[in-house]
């Protein structure tokens, strides 16, 4: 057992067994950001609705701080500048989210996820899904402008986009005439009876967890098993020997 081949063997099992259990802790410590995280949004979602510049306001400089919280707008739709969000979702059938700006009285607009049209609707306005043209008050939920991570797909950093890959509120102020507020808003309310073209994003599930605790309990497995299987060869290689 203290041979250069085994004590080759040792060294890897236990650098194996040391890291399947790091990762197994690491599983867990997300665990609890993401319990965390949940609690906060839940926390956020439940505060009654603000009017959305107050919130702004509110928060100074910490825009992080508004996302879930419900908010209101009051403007006028300009479905002139609407944008497309790619690879979304809605009852098992792939679509687009509509992004349209929704403008106040003074000049400056706030862009609102109106919600899910399938894919066909790949064209700009969405004449089949139209907002209502009078002043209106929408009530949703503050999202936060998303960003591309390290992977997936780019938007082109110029022109005229139809359709995007994230809700970039930076990209899209590029082809807007007015100053987009730092956020935007998903649309909350209940899918119209008979009018499936256009349906309302799905409010924020915190209950969901993930599958950090599974992540978790199989990297201990691996742990466990590799340990015990080692061990077993061990006894099985010594009783030959003996």
């Known amino acids: 057992m203290l041979s250069p081949r085994w004590v080759i063997a040792h060294v890897v099992v236990l650098i194996l067994a040391v890291v399947f259990v790091n990762l197994g802790f690491w599983q867990l410590r997300r665990l609890d950001e993401r319990r965390l995280t949940n609690a906060v949004g839940e926390s956020r979602f439940e505060e009654a609705p603000v009017a959305i510049e107050e919130l702004l306001v509110g928060a100074g400089g910490d825009i992080d701080s508004l996302e879930f919280r419900r908010a209101t707008a009051t403007g006028v739709f300009q479905p002139e500048h609407e944008v497309l969000i790619r690879s979304q979702v809605h009852q098992g059938v792939a679509g687009f989210h509509v992004i349209t700006p929704l403008q106040r009285a003074d000049g400056s607009a706030l862009l609102v996820n109106r919600g899910w049209i399938p894919l066909g609707l790949d064209e700009v306005p969405v004449s089949e899904a139209p907002p209502p043209e009078a002043e ?15 992977v997936g797909p780019a938007d082109p950093n110029e022109g005229r986009l139809v359709a995007m890959n994230r809700v970039d509120v930076g990209r899209v102020q590029q082809q807007v005439p007015f100053e987009l507020d730092p ?38 497995a691996f742990a466990v098993i590799g340990v015990v299987g080692y061990l077993m060869i061990i006894r099985r290689t010594a009783k030959r020997s003996g």
């Open 136 to 150: 209106v008050t929408v009530v949703g939920w503050i999202r936060l402008s998303q960003q591309r991570r390290a």
């Open 183 to 220: 956020v935007y808003i998903s649309m909350l309310g209940e899918q119209e009876e008979g009018r499936p073209i256009l349906a309302p994003a799905p409010a924020p599930g915190f209950e969901d967890e993930g599958s950090h605790l599974a992540y978790a309990i199989q990297w201990f």
